[in-house]
């Protein structure tokens, strides 16, 4: 069977109970994104944008879907204990695509703040949703969008009112349970109103070695003056395929961070689309992988600068053993009268072996002139001189990669702005470079 059929004939046949087991504002655009799908089905391998990634073929496996929103047998506390030290964590959980209601956070969050289930907030707030939902992912572009907004019935949600400021970083993790091969479509959605702020870091396990697959779509508006960080670490297993979409606008004066790190996974397709639409906003985006055996990671980002006066810093590193396979490719497109842009772009990559293969592709697109931008990238192998000087002074070669490779890493984990997080991930970096199994201390879910 066609992998797009057998999605289109499951939400012709159980539209219906996906409807009832969500609220009305994710029901709303549910007709429309069927409609695109069926018309756009998967992104093929003939499209540019996914030369690298067969999405077809990732969807085709038979997955169950819990539409039924069954309660799955689970504590997210027994398998996961953080253990970061002084990381200080509001600390929330998602089973497959379901929020864990059990699990709350006793920390007090600011008046007005909102953080929780995405399907309980569009209930108590419809009109909020509405405002937002969608406005970002839109279906009509992309067929994983498309997916995702039909199928989707809850998510997590972070909403931070005008001039409130969120001190304690919010912690998300994700966890993929089953016994049978499972998919899920999560969805998440932040609002930080003008001079906000809030810091989100996402963190995926998989717990069980069933066939995962992970279909997710995050929305993030920044509104002016506001500020927000999004960190992202993947630690799942081998048999966890994830399909990430990240959508964020930025108003003016506003600045964002946004950080994903692959330590071990399956495959993985990360999609970043940023838009500066006010002057004077700023943006980081950088990512890390560090991948081995058969192992592959697929990043795509577009960042677009509409308006004069805005800035951006983008560095993508990757570090590839046996047959791993990376592929980056990167957009900036600088609109007509952004002018005063400055737009840098930079992929470095390291292969360790004759059989691993990174495929890049940066680019620029300006329509302006008074602008500053830059694009570049670079792939090989570990400096032999280096290696030979470390080598000269008694260090073993294996330690001396190692070392190396640490800190080839290490400037992409000095955007994190949470000091217990950067610490902890450059531990944790080290451990994932030396073959031990990176997890966080105390955490069930990567003994």
């Known amino acids: 069977m066609n992998a797009a059929r057998q999605y289109i004939d499951l939400f012709t046949t159980c539209e219906d109970m996906v409807c009832r087991k969500s609220a009305a504002p994710l029901n709303a655009p549910r007709a429309r994104a069927f409609a695109d799908f069926e018309r756009l089905g998967f992104p093929s ?13 990732a969807f085709a496996p038979d997955y169950g879907l819990n539409l039924n929103r069954l309660e799955i047998p689970v ?25 864990h209601e059990r699990a709350l956070p006793k920390a007090h969050v600011p008046e007005g703040v ?3 289930s995405l399907r309980a907030l569009a209930a108590e707030r419809p009109e909020l949703v509405a405002r937002y939902y969608g406005q970002l992912a839109r279906t009509d572009r992309d067929g994983l969008v498309a997916l995702n907004t039909m199928f989707a019935q809850d998510g997590f949600a972070v909403y931070v009112p005008r001039g409130v400021v969120v001190e304690r970083p919010i912690q998300l993790v994700n966890i993929f349970r089953g016994d049978v091969d499972m998919m899920a479509n999560r969805r998440v959605l932040v609002v930080v109103e003008p001079r906000a702020e809030v810091k989100l870091i996402v963190c995926d396990h998989s717990i069980d ?30 048999s966890t395929t994830r399909f990430s979409s990240f959508f964020m606008r930025q108003e003016a004066s506003s600045v964002a961070v946004v950080n994903g790190i692959t330590l071990t996974n399956g495959q993985t397709r990360n999609n970043y689309r940023v838009e500066l639409a006010g002057e004077g906003a700023a943006t980081t985006l950088a990512g890390m992988a560090i991948l081995d055996q058969e192992q592959r990671l697929d990043t795509y980002t577009h960042l677009t600068h509409a308006v004069a006066r805005c800035h951006s810093d983008e560095l993508f590193k990757y570090v590839l053993n046996d047959q791993a396979v990376g592929a980056f490719s990167g957009r900036i497109l600088v609109k007509e009268g952004a002018e005063k ?3 840098y772009q930079s992929n470095r990559n390291l292969c360790a ?15 302006a002139d008074d602008v500053k931008c830059s694009h570049g990238m670079s792939t090989g192998q570990l400096d032999e001189e280096a290696l030979f000087y470390m080598r000269s002074r008694g260090i073993a070669l294996e330690e001396a990669r190692t070392l190396l490779s640490v800190a080839f890493t290490a400037d992409v984990i000095e955007h994190v702005r949470v000091e ?7 531990r944790l970096v080290e451990k994932r470079f030396r073959g031990e199994l990176a997890k966080c201390a105390g955490c069930g879910i990567c003994r």
């Open 420 to 426: 217990a997080l950067k610490e902890r991930l450059h």
């Open 114 to 116: 909102y953080i929780g």
């Open 353 to 367: 072996t004759r059989e691993a293969r990174m495929y890049s592709k940066p680019q620029l697109e300006i329509y």
């Open 209 to 238: 070695t069933v066939r995962f697959l992970g279909n997710q779509v995050i929305e993030a508006f920044v509104g002016e003056g506001a500020s927000f960080d999004y960190y992202d670490l993947e630690e799942s297993n081998g």
């Open 75 to 99: 504590d997210p506390q027994d398998v996961f204990r953080c253990d970061v030290p002084n990381l200080s964590t509001s600390l929330y959980f998602m089973v497959n695509d379901s929020f």
């Open 341 to 343: 842009t400055e737009a």
């Open 45 to 57: 391998t003939t499209e540019e944008d996914y030369r690298r990634t067969d999405v077809a073929k």
